[in-house]
Nanobody
Framework: QVQLVESGGGLVQAGDSLRLSCVVS????????IGWFRQAPGREREFVAS????????YYADSVKGRATISKDKAKNTVYLQMNSLEFEDTGTYFC????????????WGQGTQVTVHS
């Protein structure tokens, strides 16, 4: 059974950086996409970034473009989300998920890691 475990969240100041990690246990097929989403209190979950497992294509939400970088270490079955110049609006629970297309069709989710940005 596939499991995703996020880590790396924390309490930071605006302008700081964080790197989130998502370790995937189980099989990742070449057709899979690993994505990052976030959910702020009282708001719906939103797409942040995703990466195709089998090539270098990556996708970003406009709200994080230029501040976020998604990368992967296939030897470690780990996907990272580097977030720079954090803003108060980046606060939320960050989830990673496995799917088959860049923006939707994610069916396996981790439990999330909390990111809190103080302005």
């Amino acid at each position: 059974q596939v499991q995703l475990v996020e880590s790396g969240g924390g309490l930071v100041q605006a302008g700081d950086s964080l790197r989130l990690s998502c370790v995937v246990s189980g099989r990742i097929f070449s057709s899979h996409v690993i994505g990052w989403f976030r959910q702020a209190p009282g708001r719906e979950r939103e797409f942040v970034a995703s990466a195709r497992w089998n090539d270098h294509r990556t996708y970003y939400a406009d709200s994080v473009k230029g501040r976020a970088t998604i990368s992967k270490d296939k030897a470690k079955n780990t996907v990272y989300l580097q977030m720079n110049s954090l803003e108060f609006e980046d606060t939320g629970t960050y989830f990673c998920a496995r799917g088959t297309s860049p923006y939707d069709s994610f069916t396996v989710w981790g439990q999330g890691t909390q990111v809190t940005v103080h302005s």
